[in-house]
């Protein structure tokens, strides 16, 4: 992975803002490379697959589109959430969300919802987009409490590979979000 020098300026996600003093952050992942073994264990633990996949994914992260970002708290040393957004050939400004993770420890706080606000912020003001896209198969009461409101199908790759099977067609639901 080729990591960066943090730009100026740059977005480094919310101030502290909860009452303990324990700081959360959003940020794209290729600013904080050592954190990349400790994101890819959270993602495995929702979703196993292996390491070396998983490591792929995070390393194509780049400050346009894919990007991941990281939920982060005790001053950038523990990674709680992810979300990886990719970007649809069809629509440029527009980009899908995918592996939206809270750390099991730290869900029903609201960091969910912080982690996909932080997400919007930063597709609108650090990436210029307007939509955001994503499909799931049993979160759809988190995304509806949070904004988002049901679609067409949509398809990261183009018009073509929207024809899914019926049996995943019938299980997915798509959302989207007008920033
Ligand atoms: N159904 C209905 N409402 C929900 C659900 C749900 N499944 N989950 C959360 N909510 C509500 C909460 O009650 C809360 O409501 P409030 O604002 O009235 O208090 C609000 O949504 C925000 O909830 P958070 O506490 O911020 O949610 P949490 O931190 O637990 O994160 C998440 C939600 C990301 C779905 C978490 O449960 C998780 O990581 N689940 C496992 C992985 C997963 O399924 N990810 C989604 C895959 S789909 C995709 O990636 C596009």
Known sequence: MKYKIKPEPYYEGLPPFNETGSPFNVSPIHYHPELVQDCCRLINSEWPRSNTA??????????TLPVSLILTTDNF????????????QSKR???FVESVVIDVSC???GLGKLLMKCTEDYCRAVLGLEIVYLSTTDQEGFYERIGYQYCR????YGPRHCDLPTTEKSKKKYMKKIL
Not at 54 to 63: G, P, V
């Open 54 to 63: 998983r490591l792929r994914s995070l390393e194509a992260s780049c400050d």
């Open 77 to 88: 040393r523990r990674v709680i959430g992810h979300c990886k957004l990719s970007p649809i």
């Open 93 to 95: 400004n527009a980009c």
């Open 107 to 109: 869900r029903g706080q």
């Open 153 to 156: 199908p949509i398809s990261m």
